[in-house]
């Protein structure tokens, strides 16, 4: 079964961090472009991060400098180092499947929940 | 940054009709569109992709058309499972960038 599963998710102080990770199982994680969504309790989706299959990475604004994306093929892996955390960024967070040169991401994981609060 | 506006925010209709709805980009973005149903409390379903594609396991009754600015999702009877929020989103071409409409709610009477 294609599957992606998230983890890591908690409550964190602002200005803490926080790592998430996703295992993806059931597919060739190696082939995928890798992506990261969040969305806060009661509003849309919202683009986090992106990693292509060769290993470019890619960010909107609101995290760049702030949020970090890898993968680790060899363990099936997606990862989101977050630091400098902000009460803005309490969402859950989804890892998501593209295929590279298709806009869709066709596979999601079911979140983690990420909460910055004092 | 490319904005996307979803018309209308609500939708109210009865098994069997028609529904359509719109997705409108702030410039071009070609045929880097999908669309997304989401229910609550689940993640994002994939029903759309590159504007007119239907993903793996769609029904035939979801149908996607449109290029450059202007989009819509068809779903040609509904069905009371078709009850959900629908998200357009779309790719920017270089760096590639990516956002969300801000989402259409369907309702089944």
């Known amino acids: 079964e294609v599957q992606l599963v998230e983890s890591g998710g908690g409550l964190v102080q602002p200005g803490g961090s926080l790592r998430l990770s996703c295992a993806a199982s059931g597919f060739t994680f190696s082939w995928y472009d890798m992506h990261w969504v969040r969305q806060a309790t009661g509003k849309g989706l919202e683009w986090v991060s992106a990693?292509?299959?060769?290993?470019?990475?890619y960010y909107p604004g609101s995290v760049k400098g702030r949020f970090i994306i890898s993968r680790e093929n060899a363990k099936d892996s997606l990862y989101l180092q977050m630091n400098s955390l902000r009460a803005g960024d309490t969402a859950v967070y989804y890892c998501a499947r593209a295929r590279t040169g298709r806009i869709g991401f066709d596979i999601w994981g079911h979140g983690t929940m990420v909460t910055v609060s004092s | 940054e490319i904005v996307l506006t979803q018309s209308p925010a609500t939708l109210s209709l009865s098994p069997g009709e028609r529904a359509t709805l719109s997705c409108r980009a702030s410039?071009?973005?070609?045929?880097?569109l999908a669309w997304y149903q989401q229910k609550p409390g689940q993640a994002p379903r994939l029903l759309i992709y590159?504007?007119?594609n239907r993903a793996t396991g769609i029904p035939a009754r979801f149908s996607g058309s449109g290029s450059g600015t202007d989009f819509t999702l068809t779903i040609s009877s509904l069905e009371p499972e078709d009850s959900a929020i629908y998200y357009c989103?779309?790719?920017?071409?270089?760096?590639?960038?990516?956002?969300f409409g801000q989402g259409t709610k369907l309702e089944i009477k």
């Open positions: 989103q779309q790719r920017s071409n270089w760096p590639p960038k990516y956002t």
């Open positions: 410039q071009s973005v070609s045929s880097y």
């Open positions: 590159d504007a007119s």
């Open positions: 990693i292509a299959s060769a290993g470019d990475s």
